[in-house]
DNA sequence: ACGAATCCGTTGTTAAAACAACAAAAAGGA
DNA sequence: TCCTTTTTGTTGTTTTAACAACGGATTCGT
């Protein structure tokens, strides 16, 4: 407890997530008590939150990946949402007291994760200003955000076809990056687990795509060819 | 406009809703006005709101069904969700200034839906109290549940098999009401697109199944035989 | 009660993905 | 650098779902 007193938390950074974003970082370390953080370090493969979990307090990833996912019982994983530096997560059970965790979220490359007890933010009555209020609206622009990841990943799984699964999350990688050239969080299994297919399906499906001219790819990099309207 | 002063609206309803859930009932015609409230009336198969539109204002439905579904290019629809009265829906959208929709809402029986705009609830700055404050809290809680959802319809959409995807929404449907007997709110056609499989080939595995002994089913009805573990 | 429209189950055919197994390539550690 | 581990691509086989077409059942409107 009280684990974020004796090392270094940059206040700049935090100031730049989502989460408190609008909050001076001068008036961060104070939030930080009230909302009884503390830093914790995970290696690669770590478990972070465990399916069944309560969880009382969000995560807010310092560095590192993480990603949201979920095992059924022969073992295939699936995979939600992947994490980045400045993300938070759990934050929908900890607003729902009691709801126990459908998924694991698994360090995906080292990282630190500060936790942090919000749940007073919405038990305490009455009025609520300032910082309080700020991280109140920030929470439900991240829960909405979140909710249209959710969305998206159901849009990219609706197509029939690995084919059509890959061209729908690609396609819409290039135009929310404004380019055609670009890098995805995911290797290849992991790619896989979230577009729910197999992942040497996958690979054959990308060899053939590439032998077709629609794209090019190394590991994690790709580039859309243009010919093929992705853009529209 | 002002389209509710001339109408009845059952405030006592509305209280119970989990929208104004916590205000009293006499407190929510001022918020009503507060919110620009509107009526509008639909019937079956009419769109409330269009993939592509940046709604302003949140739907709450406040009889009938609807549901939140998207068509590709190719007329294939998928289900993201069924709305029952008393449930709101546009709310992510509405919190994310500009986000054009990615689905459709559509009338699924003839329905009411009362349309309030939530905008000033985030913008308006400084402090903010009683049901102002209150209806924050809801939507918070709102939206962590509807994210909740979306991971469901994930999960059920994960296995690879029809009979995997029928399983895993059947049983959680029969915990979730804590009764193996129950109705589901979607017809055999609605069901497959829910769970994004062919209806034909997830009739017939319907009916392999009831031979097999485990479930019985007559359209929206279903019946799980306890002998299969599906209560766990 | 009647016809029209919708919903549902069944079948056969076709297409595609899952699966298993393996080798090459790349990355990481000592 | 060398060895180990991980990641990726490739192939052949098997399983399964998509698709198309149809008839019977149910519902709905009048």
Same mark, same amino acid.
């Given at each position: 407890?009280?684990?974020?007193?004796?090392?270094?938390?940059?206040?700049?950074?935090?100031?730049?997530?989502?989460?408190?974003?609008?909050?001076?970082?001068?008036?961060?370390?104070?939030?930080?008590?009230?909302?009884?953080?503390?830093?914790?370090?995970?290696?690669?493969?770590?478990?972070?939150?465990?399916?069944?979990?309560?969880?009382?307090?969000?995560?807010?990833?310092?560095?590192?990946?993480?990603?949201?996912? #979920?095992? *059924? $019982?022969?073992? /295939? =994983?699936?995979? !939600?949402?992947?994490?980045?530096?400045?993300?938070?997560?759990?934050?929908?059970?900890?607003?729902?007291?009691?709801?126990?965790?459908?998924?694991?979220?698994?360090?995906?490359?080292?990282?630190?994760?500060?936790?942090?007890?919000?749940?007073?933010?919405?038990?305490?009555?009455?009025?609520?200003?300032?910082?309080?209020?700020?991280?109140?609206?920030?929470?439900?622009?991240?829960?909405?955000?979140?909710?249209?990841?959710?969305?998206?990943?159901?849009?990219?799984?609706?197509?029939?076809?690995?084919?059509?699964?890959?061209?729908?999350?690609?396609?819409?990688?290039?135009?929310?990056?404004?380019?055609? #050239?670009? *890098? $995805?969080?995911? /290797? =290849?299994?992991? !790619?896989?687990?979230?577009?729910?297919?197999?992942?040497?399906?996958?690979?054959?499906?990308?060899?053939?795509?590439?032998?077709?001219?629609?794209?090019?790819?190394?590991?994690?990099?790709?580039?859309?060819?243009?010919?093929?309207?992705?853009?529209?």
């Amino acid at each position: 407890m009280d684990a974020f007193s004796d090392i270094f938390v940059d206040t700049v950074f935090l100031s730049k997530t989502m989460l408190f974003s609008g909050i001076d970082p001068a008036a961060i370390e104070p939030v930080l008590h009230c909302l009884d953080a503390s830093l914790r370090r995970y290696n690669k493969g770590n478990v972070i939150f465990s399916a069944g979990d309560k969880v009382k307090k969000i995560g807010l990833l310092l560095n590192g990946t993480a990603s949201i996912e #979920s095992n *059924d $019982i022969w073992g /295939n =994983r699936s995979i !939600l949402d992947s994490l980045t530096a400045g993300k938070i997560f759990g934050e929908n059970y900890a607003f729902l007291q009691d709801e126990p965790l459908m998924v694991n979220v698994v360090a995906s490359r080292p990282c630190e994760v500060m936790f942090l007890n919000i749940r007073h933010l919405i038990e305490h009555e009455g009025c609520s200003c300032g910082p309080e209020q700020k991280l109140l609206q920030n929470l439900l622009q991240i829960s909405a955000r979140k909710s249209l990841h959710l969305s998206r990943r159901i849009f990219h799984t609706s197509a029939k076809t690995i084919r059509g699964r890959l061209l729908s999350y690609l396609s819409y990688q290039a135009i929310s990056r404004g380019s055609t #050239s670009f *890098d $995805i969080p995911y /290797n =290849r299994q992991e !790619l896989s687990d979230y577009l729910g297919v197999d992942r040497s399906a996958m690979s054959f499906e990308l060899s053939k795509m590439q032998k077709e001219g629609i794209l090019e790819t190394k590991r994690h990099h790709f580039d859309l060819h243009r010919e093929n309207d992705f853009m529209e």
